[in-house]
């Protein structure tokens, strides 16, 4: 295990569950978001995403839940991510540890290849939970969207006196629509699951203040730790693969280099061919007849 901090921001790199065992305090987390690997066989980094039984994969949940709900305050949140096929079970496992109030639906459209013979997934399952369900935090103020009824269709609510315009914005409803993070999309990491900067924003506004410390026990691309930096929060990261926890280190600025390497963000095939294209120039003689070719960083010389 490895451990890095810096400006109220820590990085595990190792097992979490061994972590959050020996290293984090009950009672000390605001929120926690929880993505954990869903079971489904997802390769990361040379790390199979599948058990050898369900029935273990649960076990293996199970575990790491009774942990996060110690590690939570009284007035904590906890947000937490499975496939569509486990997440019944994660509800009825929770429905007597913890108060779920919502069931949130992340849907996003998808233009890769979908099922042939069946309903293809097109959503991830989130369930919104609370100790207690009289004191937590939700800024209701800090996540509105726009009410189409009245911002669109500038309808009139008759049933109060006098009668007025619907409110043109409104506390989000549990089907949240943000796409999902895409090869040439700037925040892109290389990662199969990374989870879209927007879902964490809303999310942290909504159940977290400025100050507050929040944990991500499977941090992969480290995004809820950028986003609680961005928002002014404290952060806990936790990752077991090395390679992943670079890349939490170069998004909160904890490490310049790591063994001594640069901590630089990967060029994609598409940003290679673009800076080629401007380092290059060609000059012709007016009659189209092409001189030479140099380099761009030659010219500024």
Same mark, same amino acid.
């Given at each position: 295990?490895?451990?890095?901090?810096?400006?109220g921001?820590k990085?595990y790199?190792?097992?979490?569950l061994?972590?959050?065992?020996?290293?984090?305090?009950d009672?000390?987390?605001?929120?926690?978001?929880?993505?954990p +690997?869903?079971?489904?066989?997802k390769?990361?980094?040379?790390?199979k995403?599948k058990?050898?039984?369900d029935?273990?994969y649960?076990?293996w949940?199970?575990?790491?839940?009774?942990?996060l709900?110690k590690?939570?305050?009284?007035?904590?949140?906890?947000?937490?991510?499975?496939s569509?096929q486990?997440?019944?079970?994660y509800?009825i496992?929770?429905?007597?540890?913890?108060n779920?109030l919502?069931?949130i %639906?992340w849907y996003?459209?998808?233009?890769?290849v979908q099922?042939?013979?069946?309903?293809?997934?097109?959503?991830?399952?989130i369930?919104?939970? &609370?100790?207690?369900k009289n004191n937590?935090?939700? =800024?209701?103020e800090?996540?509105? %969207?726009?009410?189409?009824?009245?911002s669109?269709?500038?309808?009139?609510?008759?049933?109060k006196n006098?009668?007025?315009?619907?409110?043109?914005?409104?506390? +989000?409803?549990? &089907?949240?629509?943000f796409p999902r &993070?895409?090869?040439?999309?700037p925040?892109y990491?290389?990662?199969?699951t990374?989870?879209p900067?927007?879902?964490l924003e809303?999310i942290?506004?909504?159940s977290?203040?400025?100050?507050?410390?929040i944990?991500?026990?499977?941090?992969?691309?480290?995004t809820?730790?950028? &986003?609680?930096?961005?928002?002014?929060?404290?952060?806990?990261g936790?990752?077991?693969?090395?390679?992943?926890?670079?890349?939490?280190l170069?998004?909160?600025?904890?490490?310049e280099?790591? =063994?001594g390497?640069?901590?630089e963000?990967e060029?994609r095939?598409?940003?290679?061919?673009?800076?080629?294209?401007?380092?290059t120039l060609?000059?012709?003689? +007016?009659?189209?007849t092409?001189?030479?070719?140099?380099?761009?960083?030659?010219? =500024?010389?």
């Amino acid at each position: 295990m490895q451990i890095f901090e810096k400006d109220g921001h820590k990085i595990y790199n190792g097992d979490a569950l061994e972590i959050l065992s020996n290293q984090i305090e009950d009672n000390s987390i605001d929120l926690i978001f929880v993505d954990p +690997p869903y079971n489904i066989g997802k390769n990361f980094n040379g790390r199979k995403d599948k058990w050898e039984t369900d029935k273990k994969y649960l076990d293996w949940s199970y575990f790491w839940i009774e942990l996060l709900i110690k590690k939570l305050k009284s007035t904590g949140s906890l947000y937490i991510m499975t496939s569509t096929q486990f997440m019944p079970y994660y509800d009825i496992y929770l429905q007597d540890k913890i108060n779920i109030l919502s069931r949130i %639906v992340w849907y996003y459209d998808s233009s890769g290849v979908q099922a042939k013979k069946y309903y293809g997934s097109m959503y991830e399952p989130i369930l919104f939970c &609370v100790k207690d369900k009289n004191n937590y935090t939700f =800024n209701a103020e800090n996540i509105l %969207v726009e009410a189409k009824t009245g911002s669109k269709r500038k309808l009139i609510d008759y049933r109060k006196n006098p009668p007025q315009l619907y409110n043109t914005e409104k506390i +989000p409803g549990n &089907v949240w629509e943000f796409p999902r &993070v895409r090869y040439r999309m700037p925040e892109y990491e290389k990662h199969p699951t990374q989870k879209p900067i927007a879902l964490l924003e809303r999310i942290i506004k909504a159940s977290s203040n400025e100050g507050d410390i929040i944990l991500d026990p499977f941090s992969g691309t480290f995004t809820t730790s950028y &986003v609680a930096k961005t928002l002014n929060r404290k952060s806990i990261g936790i990752e077991i693969d090395e390679d992943y926890t670079k890349i939490g280190l170069r998004r909160l600025s904890v490490l310049e280099k790591y =063994n001594g390497e640069k901590l630089e963000k990967e060029i994609r095939t598409f940003e290679t061919k673009k800076i080629i294209e401007q380092q290059t120039l060609t000059l012709f003689e +007016p009659d189209g007849t092409q001189l030479y070719k140099t380099n761009q960083e030659n010219i =500024n010389k």
